[in-house]
């Protein structure tokens, strides 16, 4: 949203400078940095899961979280991690064994989805403030974001991340073969229910840049990048955070100077991207050899599966 009648210098220090000289664009863009981060590293491990319906769900039921909190007259913030962790422990009491439990996962993750998506339509239609407030929850806004609250959500992804970091090596394994995983003595369920609640948590934080309904695009397509570009699980996700930093600084940077919401830029520019590593995709693959095959992640191919997981 422009704040000031000055555009575009064209002289990017300049530029930086400007909206740098307005604390809540500092807070931005450290609030910023901080959620395409903790996006990136868990929006890798969910698209390499195949649990992006998942996350889905969780991006669409910080929605009435955040109408609920709204209306209750509390910061946002209280509904997105209620809402988006309730829903995460909801998802990860279901049985996931065969194909049966995936089936039953998707139908029980569908009901939730739309049983809180009919609750936030109830919050909406209870609440009797300006409804320009409930666009920027929906599609984002980091106008009056405070020091504390990049604070509070700093702490949170510090957290987040160090449950990733320590479940992390044993968490690859059962993503990529979980029944091996398993025979392995890998607590693959256990893994899999704390992930869905880390899932939950980086989903609440991500929600208050992107807003509600678009924090599924900041989760997914970096991580979907990367992974079209490399099969190597850390290198993946380094570029995935990459993808992410680029794609919110240059959103941010924009939507200072647009009267438009910072989500569509957010989508824009991440799609870009992804487009962009499909046709690097098929312009490597045409290259390759007819006899070569692509390394895959397995068990027997990735070092960091050899030996002892836990």
Known sequence: MLTTDAGWSWNPLTDVQQMWAFPFMVNAFRAGTVVAVLAAVIGYYMVLRRQSFAGHTLSAVAFPGAAGATLAGVAPLYGYFTFCVGAALIIA?????????????????????????????????????????????????????????????????????????????????ASVDPAVAEARGVPVRLLSSVFLVVLGTATAATSQITGALLVFALLVIPAATAQNLTSKPFLGMALSVVIALTVTWTSLTVAYYSPYPIGFFVTTSAFVLYAASWGAR???????????KTASVTPASEPWISGSVL
């Open 282 to 292: 098929a312009l490597r693959d045409s290259h390759s050899r007819p006899a070569s």
């Open 93 to 173: 009491a279901i049985p996931r064994e065969g194909r049966e439990g995936g089936r039953e996962e998707a139908a029980v993750t569908g009901t939730v989805q739309a049983l809180l998506l009919g609750t936030g339509f109830l919050f909406i239609a209870l609440y009797k403030g300006f409804l320009g407030g409930v666009n920027s929850l929906l599609f984002g806004s980091f106008l009056g974001i405070t020091t504390s609250q990049v604070d509070v959500l700093a702490a949170v992804a510090v957290a987040v991340l160090a449950v990733v970091a320590l479940i992390g090596r044993p968490l690859l394994f």
